[in-house]
């Protein structure tokens, strides 16, 4: 896994050194002074060696410092920590959506296997994976927000409320603080963005659930249940889901890459606070050292979660847990 | 819902009755018949095994007993008996009551049958968590003595296990725990041995065996394996293309069969006396239920087989002494 | 078989509604995609007038949008899976075929560019290197080559212990033949099944890029930007947001529903291999 890192920080680095131009202009806002600049030669090491340079980088990315955002006139490191906060509640609410309302039409499928309902949700699933996320976001918010007045359009909270700042993430703050009517706003403030980040994911987790549950469903150890005496509910949720959950926890470390990219879109539509907008705005002005600490960050998300799934993996299944290294 | 049998009722009464019974698979092409007629009855603590080639329909008749497949899937017609209540026509919540309480089952393939994510002693302890019988603790000692009645020397260390952690023949000792939790009334085990090496089979039916004088356990024994059920069965019934043939007491029928078909498997089983001698079979291949035949489904194959044999139903002759024999020209 | 056919075919109706769009636009419409024209901006669509689907804030013909947002959605996708395939399958090949040190190497970069989350590094080379046709195909390119090498790579491993792949070396076949008389012509079907739904996402990404405005370069039509252009109108011209969506559904829906279906077909087992 740490090879990996490194090899994905020699990637960007040999993208950024692949732009054309002095790399300390590309790094650099426009008004610096001198010797901002020199400052800044010393610090990525340019002017030495390649690999020293490399070197440096990630010397630099692993103390978090990616040096100063120009658009911002403020410290990268300190930009995506404001904001990484909102990403990771976006990404949480839609996962938790995805994942409920995906088990519960995947579990009635296979129950209903053959019938309507099992025919609607393929059809839907199919569907839901067809559509961008961008557009399921406006589509929401014309019903809902426009329409239906029933939702607010944008933003992670109204302006004026504040939500005391204990973990970044808004919801569990606000219960922590004792302010469950907070809680709510945000709440109705979430529900949006994580349903359109949610949709093709609930599609995708639905299908591999009813496939996973009838293939569960054959086998031998069902039987020795119902031999027990063991009521339909009892089999299913003590016996089938667990097993079934293996196939359907590997979907969903496969659809986490999909989840992160649709976050920065969902939150470009929605002005969602994250570093999805950070990473927008700092495309459009070819913001360098912002761009280069965003994707750092998003990357190692991705990985750091891909292990979180292999760690499920073993808690889920023992089989796994005696054979040692994974 | 019976009353309650006095003590005496329930000792002389057969635990198992089967009345007439046939089943038949729903699929999509119709109904397909699988066993027809089937007659027999298992008294308590008693031992009887329905012995049948692949194909004859004996995993159908365990199944249908404790109702696992939907009767959607699988239609029953006639009696089934249980303790004096019919269960071929009973609904969903009666059986659920019986099943692992008053009936329990073991099945072939010990690898797949138990949960692989669930430790052992969780696993046992259902069985008798579902039926609420015991408290907590005494589930716990419980599953000790269990464990230790089907030969395990350290049950606190098993419990902890899974079960991809133990060999074939350990599962299979694992499920007999989990069906006798309950002290059952019948036991039903469809071919437990023959998944299992020949020295796990001969231990396994030992256990079987003890543990069914101890708990005065009836066995319904569903196998293939004549030699096998020898030693260990009271009664034998043969099931031939989904119709009973012969039934009888174990010995009689192994030393003095009366239906062609169980004689012809006897003969056929190897023996150790004569040496050189070449393996005997019977020609010809089992007929499926399905496969129209009109009269003896084993006329075919029987070198007794006479023209009347052909023309119709072979209704079974009930001996005097307990025995039945479908046939028109039995062996004396 | 019959859940197949209904896919197939309803999928090639969605695909083949797009693909004539963009082959025949030019007969449906007269407008150019850029053609402004102030006097009629923001028309509801009206399948009997000039303007079937509408026009948008500058007056501009919807469908002579749309037109021009398939022929660029559909040909970027396209070069993308060539592109992408042809690499991807050819490296996958050589990788297995040739195992040791060189596919070790070869796997480390697969792991690293996978480690990457999708559109990053899409996003990451518009940005540095700017935006351009050339450029956004080889930012979509850059991570869809995966998936084949994956599945060429494993036809690779299982055909290198065959013994008509060592006969042929044996009688001095060289790489090249073997590899095209023994290793491709198995991954076709599987290769097909990667490509179409290949050709879907790189549609949705192209699409996301061009709305977030670093895709192709904006003077072009694109759904994309129809629909970021569109947005701040969309509560009185709903259609600005609602049309160039639908195009973008029915070819993505159209591409999954083949896909799905030539996956049920030719390649069942193959449920958790597409990237």
């Known amino acids: 896994m740490l090879v990996v890192l490194l090899l994905v920080c020699l990637t960007i680095f040999t993208m950024l050194r692949l732009v054309p131009g002095d790399a300390a202009e590309l790094l650099v806002p426009e008004d610096a002074t001198p010797e901002d600049v020199a400052r800044l030669r010393e610090q990525w090491g340019l002017g030495q060696p390649i690999f020293v340079q490399f070197l440096h980088f990630v010397v630099n990315a692993v103390r978090l410092d990616f040096g100063v955002s120009y658009r911002f006139r403020d410290d990268v490191t300190h930009l995506i920590g404001q904001r990484i906060g909102a990403t990771l509640e976006l990404a949480a609410v839609a996962l938790l959506i995805a994942i409920v309302v995906g088990l519960v039409f995947g579990i009635w499928a296979a129950l209903r296997k053959g019938t309507l309902v099992d025919g609607i949700l393929s059809v839907l699933s199919i569907a839901g994976v067809s559509a961008p996320h961008f557009w399921i976001g406006i589509m929401l918010v014309l019903l809902f927000s426009a329409n239906l007045n029933l939702l607010p359009s944008g933003g992670r909270l109204p302006y004026g409320i504040d939500i005391p700042h204990v973990t970044g993430l808004l919801i569990p703050d606000a219960l922590l603080s004792g302010r469950p009517d907070l809680a709510w706003i945000a709440l109705q403030y979430v529900v949006l963005p994580a349903t359109t980040l949610a949709f093709g994911m609930i599609g995708i987790i639905a299908r591999i659930t009813r496939s996973s549950m009838i293939d569960a469903g054959q086998e031998e150890f069902v039987f020795t249940a119902v031999a027990k005496g063991l009521s339909v509910p009892a089999v299913v949720f003590r016996h089938l889901l667990p097993n079934a959950l293996i196939p359907i926890v590997t979907i969903i470390g496969l659809e986490l890459g999909g989840l992160i990219s649709g976050s920065i879109i969902v939150e470009v539509v929605f002005s969602w606070p994250g570093i999805g907008t950070l990473l927008f705005q700092a495309v459009s002005v070819r913001d360098i050292p912002l761009t280069i600490g965003i994707v750092v960050v998003y990357t190692s998300l991705f990985i750091l979660l891909n292990v979180l799934v292999d760690l499920l993996y073993m808690a889920i299944d023992p089989r796994l847990r005696t054979k040692g290294a994974l | 819902m019976q009353a309650i049998d006095t003590a005496s009722e329930t000792e002389t009464r057969p635990v198992l009755v089967a009345d007439g019974l046939s089943l038949a698979v729903r699929g999509a092409s119709g109904l397909t018949p699988i066993v027809e007629d089937i007659s027999f009855a298992i008294a308590r603590g008693e031992c009887f095994a329905l012995i049948g080639e692949s194909g004859s329909g004996k995993t159908m008749i365990a199944r249908a007993i404790m109702q696992l497949l939907p009767k959607s899937l699988l239609e029953i017609k006639g009696r089934l008996i249980f303790q004096g209540r019919d269960i071929a026509s009973a609904d969903a919540a009666t059986m659920r009551s019986l099943r692992g309480r008053q009936i329990g089952m073991i099945f072939q393939e010990p690898m797949s049958s138990l949960n692989p994510l669930m430790m052992i002693g969780r696993q046992i302890d259902e069985a008798m968590q579902v039926h609420g019988v015991l408290d907590r603790r005494q589930r716990r000692d419980r599953v000790r003595q269990l464990l230790a009645d089907v030969r395990f020397d350290a049950p606190d260390e098993i419990r902890q296990k899974y079960p991809h952690e133990l060999s074939g023949g350990m599962r299979q000792r694992i499920m007999i725990a989990m069906a006798i939790a309950n002290e059952p009334a019948l036991l039903i085990a469809d071919e437990p041995t023959t998944a299992l090496d020949v020295s796990i089979q001969a231990e396994v039916m030992e256990i079987l065996s003890r543990l069914r004088r101890k708990y005065h356990l009836s066995v319904l024994f569903i196998s293939h394996d004549l030699s096998l059920v020898y030693q260990h069965a009271d009664r034998i019934g043969v099931l031939y293309s989904g119709v009973l043939m012969e039934t009888g007491p174990a010995q009689a029928l192994i030393h003095h069969p009366r239906h062609p078909y169980p004689a012809a498997l006897i003969s056929c089983a190897p023996r150790r006396r004569t040496a050189g001698q070449r393996l005997k079979g019977i020609e010809g291949m089992v007929p499926s239920l399905a496969a129209p035949l009109p009269g003896c489904r084993f006329a075919p194959r029987c070198s007794r087989a006479s023209d009347d044999c052909r023309a119709g139903r072979i209704a079974a002759t009930h001996n005097a002494d307990g025995t039945m024999v479908r046939c028109l020209h039995p062996l004396s | ?275």
């Open chain 3, 1 to 275: 078989m019959q859940w197949f056919d209904l896919k197939l075919w309803l999928g090639a109706l969605c695909l083949g509604a797009v693909v004539f769009l963009a082959v025949f636009g030019n007969l449906l419409t007269s407008h150019r995609p850029d053609e402004q024209n102030l006097m009629v901006s923001l028309e509801p669509p009206n399948l009997l007038s000039d303007y079937p689907l509408g026009t948008d804030q500058l007056g501009r013909d919807i469908l002579a949008r749309m037109v021009s947002g398939a022929r660029v959605s559909l040909a970027i996708a396209a070069s993308v899976v060539v592109l992408s395939g042809g690499f991807g399958l050819l490296l996958g090949a050589l990788s297995g075929y040739f195992g040791g040190v060189r596919d070790t190497i070869i796997q480390k970069v697969v792991e690293t560019m996978w480690a990457f989350p999708p559109i990053l590094l899409a996003i990451t080379i518009l940005a540095f290197f700017g935006q351009s046709l050339g450029n956004v195909i080889l930012a979509l390119s850059i991570q869809r080559w995966i998936p084949y090498c994956r599945i060429a790579r494993a036809q690779a491993l299982t055909l290198r212990g065959k013994d008509f792949v060592s006969a042929s070396r044996i009688m001095g076949g060289r790489t090249v033949w073997i590899m095209s008389h023994h290793i491709v012509p198995n991954l076709i079907a599987s290769a097909i099944v990667v490509g179409t739904f290949s050709m879907a996402t790189a549609i949705l990404a192209e699409a996301s890029l061009s709305f977030l405005g670093i895709g192709v370069p904006p003077d072009i039509a694109t759904y994309g930007g129809m629909l970021a252009d569109g947005r701040s109108y969309v509560t009185e011209a709903w259609w600005l947001a609602v049309i160039p969506g639908l195009g973008i559904f029915f070819t993505v829906l159209g591409l999954n529903l083949i896909g799905d279906a030539l996956r049920d077909q030719y390649d069942p087992k193959s449920h958790l291999n597409i990237g």
